[in-house]
């Protein structure tokens, strides 16, 4: 019996390691074959085709050949302003536009996306009410430490009441209602660039990039967190960082489950996250009745009630935050650089202004001005 009973346990082992490498075999042929396939065939069968995939790897390997050969050709002169155009920043989108139309579909390793050029059928899909449509899952799976599990990644019920929560807060007159602190910001920053022509007799080289992220971090920090914005744009520098970590997608490296890697890339990501998180966390809960109709206040509020999914309370409240936080100052901060461009390139904006700080009135007087018209040389 002494005998009989190890044996009896080396077979048991052996037998449930077979059975868990079967149920292994399952799934991985599951995720990376049978899921990828049958949403390739409902599509090809509402004639949506695309390239064909590779196995495990999808349309990386392509795309990135196409990339490749897109670097080593010679620049064209007809580029869209600031040297940005699809044919050399996507080039395989252009690729395969010309090959299969404005609706096809492409896979990022096993996952699968369909590509909309259509404008009829943007318009359809943007004025879709269904919940049904939403954003891909790997948004938190590859951008995880970013944007979470926030408005920008997340959908159904949870999406909804984040929409219901931040949406109204960034209306027009919730806009309007901010100006001051954006002249004050603006005037701050006109006069450091005064500052440097003065110390170079007259002119000065200004590059504007941080000056206006700068900016843009403080006016957001201000209308998020009130008295405690000071804080806030401490975690610029972090959000910045993290960002450029995170700005080629894991996916994009060809190396399956490549984020979930202790690599000292995701360590500095995984890192960064954490400090963030415990930052934001401080800065919101430290006087939660100082500013209690500022955006950051209201998110922590909304975490009291409705859908918050998978999330803990602090982690929807984080989650938030740093969705409009990092929205609020990179976005805005490209668009403020356009803005510049445009405004440079129409001096009529000093007649409708005349001489004084614009307000929301002046801005509805300003001619509008389509991209082809600007020149910049």
């Given at each position: 019996?002494?005998?009989?009973?190890?044996?009896?346990?080396?077979?048991?082992?052996?037998?449930?390691?077979?059975?868990?490498?079967?149920?292994?075999?399952?799934?991985?042929?599951?995720?990376?074959?049978?899921?990828?396939?049958?949403?390739?065939?409902?599509?090809?069968r509402?004639?949506?085709?695309?390239?064909?995939p590779?196995?495990?790897?999808?349309?990386?390997?392509?795309?990135?050949?196409?990339?490749?050969m897109?670097?080593?050709?010679?620049?064209?002169?007809?580029?869209?302003?600031?040297?940005?155009?699809?044919?050399?920043?996507?080039?395989?989108?252009?690729?395969?536009?010309?090959?299969?139309?404005?609706?096809?579909?492409?896979?990022?390793?096993?996952?699968?996306?369909?590509?909309?050029?259509?404008?009829?059928?943007?318009?359809?899909?943007?004025?879709?009410?269904?919940?049904?449509l939403?954003?891909?899952?790997?948004?938190?799976?590859?951008?995880?430490?970013?944007?979470?599990?926030?408005?920008?990644?997340?959908?159904?019920?949870?999406?909804?009441?984040?929409?219901?929560?931040?949406?109204?807060?960034?209306?027009?007159?919730?806009?309007?209602?901010?100006?001051?602190?954006?002249?004050?910001?603006?005037?701050?920053?006109?006069?450091?660039?005064?500052?440097?022509?003065?110390?170079?007799?007259?002119?000065?080289?200004?590059?504007?990039?941080?000056?206006i992220?700068?900016?843009?971090?403080?006016?957001i920090?201000?209308?998020?967190?009130?008295?405690?914005?000071s804080?806030?744009?401490?975690?610029?520098?972090?959000?910045?960082?993290?960002?450029?970590?995170?700005?080629?997608?894991?996916?994009?490296?060809?190396?399956?489950?490549?984020?979930?890697?202790?690599?000292?890339?995701?360590?500095d990501?995984?890192?960064?996250?954490?400090?963030?998180?415990?930052?934001?966390?401080?800065?919101?809960?430290?006087?939660?009745?100082?500013?209690?109709?500022?955006?950051?206040q209201?998110?922590?509020?909304?975490?009291?009630?409705?859908?918050?999914?998978?999330?803990?309370?602090?982690?929807?409240?984080?989650?938030?935050?740093?969705?409009?936080?990092?929205?609020?100052?990179?976005?805005?901060?490209?668009?403020?650089?356009?803005?510049?461009v445009?405004?440079?390139?129409?001096?009529?904006?000093?007649?409708?202004?005349?001489?004084?700080?614009?307000?929301?009135?002046?801005?509805?007087?300003?001619?509008?001005?389509?991209?082809?018209?600007?020149?910049?040389?």
């Amino acid at each position: 019996m002494e005998g009989v009973l190890p044996e009896l346990i080396f077979y048991s082992l052996v037998a449930l390691c077979i059975v868990v490498w079967i149920i292994l075999f399952i799934w991985l042929g599951n995720v990376l074959y049978l899921e990828p396939g049958n949403i390739q065939l409902k599509l090809r069968r509402q004639g949506i085709k695309g390239p064909p995939p590779a196995f495990v790897m999808g349309n990386i390997p392509e795309m990135k050949r196409i990339m490749s050969m897109a670097a080593d050709a010679p620049r064209s002169e007809a580029h869209l302003p600031l040297g940005f155009s699809t044919s050399t920043t996507f080039p395989y989108f252009t690729q395969w536009t010309k090959r299969y139309g404005g609706t096809f579909t492409f896979a990022l390793g096993n996952e699968q996306l369909l590509y909309v050029a259509d404008t009829k059928l943007v318009k359809e899909i943007n004025l879709s009410k269904t919940l049904d449509l939403g954003k891909p899952s790997y948004l938190q799976k590859d951008r995880g430490p970013l944007l979470g599990k926030g408005l920008i990644t997340s959908n159904g019920a949870v999406w909804f009441h984040q929409r219901k929560t931040i949406a109204p807060q960034l209306f027009m007159d919730k806009v309007k209602g901010n100006l001051n602190i954006m002249v004050e910001s603006a005037s701050n920053l006109v006069s450091s660039w005064l500052g440097l022509i003065e110390l170079g007799s007259g002119s000065a080289d200004i590059r504007v990039d941080d000056y206006i992220r700068s900016f843009t971090s403080t006016v957001i920090s201000k209308m998020m967190f009130g008295s405690h914005h000071s804080k806030a744009v401490e975690l610029f520098p972090k959000c910045r960082a993290l960002m450029k970590n995170l700005q080629t997608p894991t996916i994009l490296k060809g190396i399956p489950f490549f984020r979930y890697l202790p690599t000292k890339e995701n360590r500095d990501a995984w890192r960064l996250e954490r400090e963030i998180h415990a930052s934001l966390i401080d800065i919101v809960k430290e006087n939660p009745e100082a500013a209690s109709d500022k955006m950051a206040q209201i998110i922590m509020e909304s975490a009291k009630t409705g859908e918050l999914g998978p999330s803990t309370p602090d982690q929807y409240i984080v989650d938030n935050c740093k969705n409009v936080y990092l929205a609020g100052f990179e976005v805005t901060a490209v668009a403020t650089l356009w803005g510049l461009v445009l405004l440079a390139s129409n001096p009529e904006i000093l007649k409708v202004c005349g001489g004084h700080v614009p307000d929301t009135n002046m801005l509805g007087k300003m001619k509008l001005v389509s991209m082809h018209q600007i020149k910049i040389k």
